[in-house]
């Protein structure tokens, strides 16, 4: 039985009326009168020199009320693409009309000159001699290149048991490479602890490969959208969906050079974010750019199409990654060298890539990460940013090594994993983590110890692991007359994340969840409050909340004991009214009649200010089970059962918690076997749901989530953030279950049925 | 755009309109009419999020021109609940934590709706294939299909 009464219980989420019957409201059903509808010229090649924008036939169609290019950006900030375009579908002009239909008409009447030039869409094409540049002059001292360590040649993939014909290509090409320079890169990252050389001489099993994730997107359903509108007096008001209003508002103070206070960002309820709905300019700069020349509301609402071609998915790469291990199952090294596709600008997680040794004792790591320019959009944040790709790598490979040993998976996982107390590569010791709990949790519940296989089934195993971040926040609380509780506050809620911070708020004013209500504000009345990434907002806002709590909880005490003329010591707040301790005469006054004398004292009214910025996190493992039946024939995989367990500290809404899991590893799923953004010399290729495709109820049976509680010592109530964990491990999950089924593994995602049947041809079969 | 006249019937009110041929069912409910339940995840037809029911019908109101659905019988999202009634499909959604951004929930509440009032006795995997023209980001589906069960269940048992 648990000691608390909300927390801790699944309730309806607050926004559940809303959400179920169309009243919840997104960016793009805000409509304010005398709206303009925006649209955003884009470039028509993956890279070009720019000649000329003639915008004259566009302006002559009725109902067109403005066309904006880079000229009409006074802060000289980059929004519009003005010499030359990096990437397909990069921006260009933008264009407000009175109508849709009229806006994107205006918007094919620009004429663009264009000189097309060469492209580069592979990394490891991006960074030879003989690759175009994207950034600086053409010569080879440009400003990004960087002085190899030499290190590309000695790492090799392992070839007996790599048949990828992409890799093949790849490693061609870098042993005729001539130079000892790289190109395009646009960031570095090194790690190295302990000797890996000695580690490896140590091991009796080596194990080498090469390992290929793709660029996927996001795919929140609701596509980009501002609505902006500038006054007179030059105050903007967004309406914006996005993660982070806050950030927002710097980012367009920072980039139109207009006072912070001059901007409202007004959050609206968000279609999906996962960390793609961070960005300043994609959407919410032309917006106000368009409304403050037009003297009207502008709304600008990408298509999905433009959401592939530029919106900001995340990054693919290629790892190289080498593991050492002994016969008797000890990991003793591990090298990994990544190549991160950028693309057009800098900014993917390269520094995820240490997220290659897991959570496993590894005496000797080198990691050594670049970034590289590629002609595709930029990237962003996806579901623990940087993870999936790493662990896909380093997860795939501990298998090859438990396989090559002899021992099964599960228990050379439970055998390498750290314990607390362990030095962290990081410095400092290993908190208590529930990582050999969420491991056997799932094992016990997929039933992994006494499984079965027919012919073409099997069974694989991953874990993965994720810390949440945290960030600055402010709650306020304000207890009313009819002793009902309102929240205020300015983070976006983030699928449950208002309901986990209602019920906490509930649980301390000893209310019940249906009395507390609660507010998000824009950022011109809300205590700023950090993005809805990260899965912060429950730990950090979670915290806020609690504080907040504690200070109406003590104002609530005060007013009782002048009440009650007692000290406020002997006072108890339970079931939502003040009770004497022990008094021989039990005397108790409820939470509105304090709430209704609080009026008329000198102390005022009863609002608790929750302020909180940073505390330790504590990690959290994910571990999946997937059973698999692979056709041979078809190459294609079905997903017979897929069971995934989390250590969540402590689950402050099951209901939602579940739901995290289960979205979290279908994702990852997704990407293990449908998902990749594609690109030819003009770019994306496949910008749609027909091409690109992610999952539907027609493809998974039902995922079984299992909840593992290791409380977080700084989580609220020993929670952790649990959005992010369970997409890192579900990528080698699938591969190791594919090889089980087949034999042979599949080291480039992701594992479509084409890819399984040239595997099973290169093997003979 | 020369305009045509249009009398479409959205949850049992008549709307007796003017609509330029090219607007599709999708904005002339969000647009004109100023019903936004209605989503636009795709505009392609391939995403559901703009799922309405027409004359009993479940369809992607961004693949319907608005001048064809003239005369005809249109239910949304927001003509589901009665009465201050949800509807046992939103209630299933609620209970079963069949939602989380919502953006998708609409076109799978009426997609749902449709599927039941033709068949509630469908097994889960006809649901889950019958589903398959609508995406969620969120739930990985385990949950919606929960909820459809349920509701299935509750229709059929009160019918």
Same mark, same amino acid.
Request: proline fraction near 5%; charge should be negative; aromatic fraction near 6%.
């Given at each position: 039985?648990?000691?608390?009464? *909300?927390?801790?219980?699944?309730?309806?989420? *607050?926004?559940?009326?809303?959400k179920v019957t169309g009243a919840a409201q997104y960016g793009a059903d805000i409509h304010p009168p005398g709206m303009l509808y925006g649209k955003i010229v884009r470039s028509k090649h993956a890279h070009a020199n720019i000649r000329s924008i003639d915008t004259s036939e566009a302006e002559k169609l009725p109902g067109v009320r403005a066309i904006i290019t880079q000229d009409d950006v006074p802060s000289g900030r980059r929004v519009f693409a003005t010499d030359k375009v990096l990437y397909l579908g990069e921006p260009l002009a933008a264009v407000a009309a009175t109508d849709p239909d009229i806006a994107e008409e205006a918007a094919e009447r620009i004429k663009i000159d264009y000189e097309v030039l060469p492209v580069v869409q592979d990394v490891m094409e991006a960074i030879k001699p003989s690759a175009p540049r994207l950034h600086g002059d053409d010569t080879k001292d440009g400003p990004n290149r960087r002085e190899i360590s030499g290190q590309i040649r000695t790492l090799s993939r392992d070839k007996e048991n790599d048949h990828s014909d992409e890799i093949s290509k790849l490693e061609a090409g870098l042993e005729a490479y001539p130079d000892e320079v790289y190109y395009n890169i646009s960031a570095e990252s090194h790690t190295e602890a302990g000797d890996v050389e000695k580690g490896f001489a140590e091991s009796d099993v080596v194990v080498e490969d090469t390992y290929v994730i793709p660029r996927v997107h996001q795919t929140y359903m609701e596509p980009h959208v501002s609505v902006a509108s500038a006054d007179s007096s030059g105050k903007i008001t967004v309406w914006a969906s996005t993660q982070g209003p806050f950030a927002i508002r710097s980012g367009i103070a920072g980039t139109l050079g207009i006072p912070l206070t001059q901007i409202n960002v007004i959050g609206t309820t968000m279609g999906g974010g996962f960390g793609g709905r961070f960005g300043v300019i994609i959407t919410h700069v032309p917006a106000v750019l368009l409304s403050q020349k037009t003297g009207r509301p502008v709304r600008v609402q990408m298509t999905r199409e433009e959401e592939f071609t530029d919106g900001r998915p995340a990054p693919g790469c290629v790892i190289k990654l080498k593991t050492g291990a002994t016969n008797d199952g000890r990991i003793l090294a591990r090298e990994a060298l990544a190549f991160w596709d950028s693309g057009s600008v800098s900014g993917a997680s390269i520094g995820s890539t240490i997220r290659v040794r897991g959570v496993y004792k590894i005496p000797n790591l080198k990691v050594d990460a670049y970034g590289v320019h590629t002609n595709k959009s930029g990237t962003a944040a996806y579901r623990a940013p940087g993870a999936p790709q790493a662990i896909?790598?380093? &997860?795939?490979?501990?298998?090859?090594?438990?396989?090559?040993?002899?021992?099964?998976?599960? !228990?050379?996982?439970?055998?390498?994993?750290? &314990?607390?107390?362990? &030095?962290?590569?990081?410095?400092?010791?290993?908190? +208590?983590?529930?990582? !050999?709990?969420?491991?056997?949790a799932v094992a016990d519940a997929a039933g992994w110890w006494d499984r079965e296989a027919d012919e073409n089934q099997g069974w694989g195993v991953a874990v993965g692991d994720w810390t949440n971040g945290c960030g600055p926040g402010g709650v306020y609380v304000s207890v009313h007359e009819d002793g009902s509780a309102r929240i205020f506050h300015g983070s976006m809620d983030i699928t449950g994340t208002d309901t986990a911070i209602s019920? #906490? #708020?509930?649980? #301390?004013?000893? *209310?019940?969840?249906?009395?507390?209500? #609660?507010?998000?504000?824009?950022?011109?009345?809300?205590?700023?409050s950090t993005g809805s990434g990260g899965s912060v907002v429950t730990f950090t806002m979670g915290n806020t909340a609690k504080l907040a709590a504690e200070d109406a909880h003590r104002r609530i005490l005060e007013l009782a004991s002048e009440r009650l003329n007692t000290n406020v010591d002997d006072l108890e707040l339970k079931d939502g009214a003040v009770h004497i301790i022990s008094a021989e005469q039990p005397k108790s006054i409820s939470l509105g009649e304090l709430a209704a004398y609080s009026l008329s004292t000198t102390g005022g009214p009863i609002v608790g200010k929750g302020s909180f910025a940073r505390q330790?996190?504590?990690p959290a493992l994910a571990a999946q089970i997937a059973k698999v039946e692979v056709d041979p024939g078809t190459g294609r995989t079905r997903v017979l059962k897929l069971v995934a367990s989390q250590d969540v500290g402590f689950a402050i809404n099951p209901m939602a918690v579940e739901g995290q899991i289960e979205g979290g590893t279908v994702q990852g799923y997704a990407w293990a076997m449908m998902e990749e953004m594609q690109y030819g010399d003009e770019g994306n290729i496949n910008p749609g749901f027909v091409d690109y495709r992610v999952p539907t109820s027609a493809d998974l049976p039902t995922v079984e989530s299992v909840i593992v509680e290791v409380p977080a010592p700084n989580g609220p109530y020993g929670a952790k953030g649990v959005g992010e964990p369970p997409i890192t491990p579900t990528l080698a999950t699938m591969a190791n279950a594919v090889k089980d089924a087949i034999g042979i593994r599949i080291t480039e995602l992701p594992i479509k049925p084409e890819k399984v049947v040239d595997a099973l041809k290169s093997n003979g079969r | 755009m020369a305009k045509l006249p249009v009398s479409l019937t959205i949850n049992s009110d008549e709307h007796d309109l003017l609509i330029e041929p090219r607007k599709t069912l999708l904005a002339v409910l969000r647009d004109t009419v100023g019903l936004t339940g209605?989503?636009?995840? @795709?505009?392609?037809?391939? @995403?559901?999020?703009?799922?309405?029911?027409?004359?009993? !019908?479940a369809v992607t109101s961004c693949m319907v021109l608005a001048v064809t659905a003239s005369g005809k019988e249109i239910t949304t999202?927001?003509?589901?609940?009665?009465?201050? &009634?949800?509807?046992?499909?939103?209630?299933?959604?609620?209970?079963?934590?069949?939602?989380?951004?919502?953006?998708?929930?609409?076109?799978?509440?009426?997609?749902? +709706?449709a599927l039941i009032d033709e068949n509630p006795d469908r097994t889960e995997e006809e649901f889950r294939h019958a589903l398959g023209g609508n995406i969620c980001r969120c739930t990985g589906y385990t949950k919606i299909l929960e909820a459809v069960l349920k509701a299935a269940e509750e229709i059929r048992t009160t019918a």
């Open positions: 039985m648990s000691e608390y009464t *909300v927390v801790g219980q699944t309730v309806a989420r *607050v926004d559940a009326v809303e896909f790598a380093g &997860e795939s490979q501990l298998d090859e090594i438990a396989e090559r040993i002899g021992m099964d998976p599960v !228990k050379f996982r439970l055998m390498n994993m750290r &314990e607390e107390g362990d &030095e962290v590569p990081a410095g400092g010791s290993e908190p +208590k983590v529930g990582y !050999k709990e969420t491991l056997e019920q #906490i #708020i509930a649980e #301390i004013l000893t *209310v019940p969840y249906e009395s507390v209500t #609660i507010r998000r504000g824009d950022t011109d009345s809300a205590p700023y330790a996190s504590t | 209605t989503k636009e995840g @795709c505009s392609t037809g391939d @995403c559901g999020a703009c799922t309405v029911i027409v004359d009993g !019908k999202i927001e003509g589901l609940a009665s009465d201050g &009634e949800l509807h046992p499909v939103q209630q299933a959604f609620i209970n079963t934590g069949g939602y989380q951004c919502g953006f998708c929930t609409p076109g799978f509440i009426m997609a749902s +709706k």
